[in-house]
């Protein structure tokens, strides 16, 4: 059983261009988070998805920054004209349908380097 | 909202000892989770251990357990018998129970350096 699978490990871009972060959540999973970590700080919510919902963005920045989690296929953090401090290492981590007390599972991140 | 403080940047250990790093949080909520999660430098986030704020019992997961004083709102985790192999960052974690927002709130983390 796979775990949670995020793609690409590396991403440079320049000042400007567009960021596609993918994210295939664990079999079974149908909640995806995104979190954000940058440098000497801990991960940072930014946002909440089922199938085809927006469940809870109220951790993404309100301009450039859009997520989706369609019916079919990974999770994809957009990150449109993307400026130097978008510079982080972006995570998404999968959970189960019901409700539970254990943490999620985090895929290793991709890590994001704007030039 | 909920934070989560961890005041140890930087923790050192000789292999073999056992250390403890500090956790505290602000909350309103009666019942929600705690976590400890171990990135090592790969980057990869990896579960500890967990605590369910309702359990007065402390978990415990081999060799790490944790003090959790939910009236202090503290949730310390210790490490017995150090190895090489646990040097990382380690996260302290906050969940809420329910509601529309299901995030973790993390602290900044502590470098835990393992001595040979």
């Known amino acids: 059983n796979a775990g949670v699978m995020q793609n690409p490990r590396h991403l440079v871009r320049r000042r400007g261009q567009e960021a596609r972060l993918r994210c295939s959540p664990m079999?079974?999973?149908?909640?995806v988070y995104w979190y954000r970590q940058l440098p000497e700080e801990g991960l940072k919510f930014m946002v909440y998805?089922?199938?085809?919902?927006?469940?809870?963005e109220s951790g993404m920045p309100k301009e450039r920054f859009s997520a989706e989690f369609p019916k079919e296929g990974p999770s994809i953090l957009r990150i449109q004209q993307v400026v130097r401090g978008d510079s982080a290492a972006y995570f998404c981590?999968?959970?189960?349908?019901?409700?539970?007390?254990?943490?999620?599972?985090f895929g290793s991140g991709t890590r994001l380097t704007v030039v | 909202a909920q934070t989560v403080t961890q005041s140890q940047p930087e923790m050192s250990v000789q292999e073999a000892e056992t250390v403890t790093l500090s956790c505290t949080y602000d909350?309103?909520?009666?019942?929600?989770?705690l976590f400890w999660y171990k990135q090592p430098p790969s980057r990869q986030m990896i579960l500890v251990i967990r605590?369910?704020?309702?359990?007065?019992q402390n978990a415990t997961e081999n060799r790490f357990s944790v003090n959790f004083q939910k009236a202090a709102k503290s949730f310390s985790l210790k490490i017995s018998d150090s190895q090489l192999g646990d040097a990382a960052m380690y996260f302290c974690?906050?969940?809420?129970?329910?509601?529309?927002?299901?995030?973790?709130?993390f602290g900044k983390g502590t470098h835990l350096i393992i001595q040979p």
């Open positions: 981590a999968s959970s189960p349908p019901s409700r539970s007390s254990y943490g999620y599972t």
């Open positions: 079999k079974g999973h149908s909640h």
């Open positions: 998805l089922q199938k085809e919902n927006i469940i809870d």
């Open positions: 909350t309103s909520e009666s019942d929600y989770y």
């Open positions: 605590q369910e704020a309702y359990k007065q």
């Open positions: 974690a906050y969940r809420s129970p329910g509601g529309g927002a299901d995030g973790l709130t």
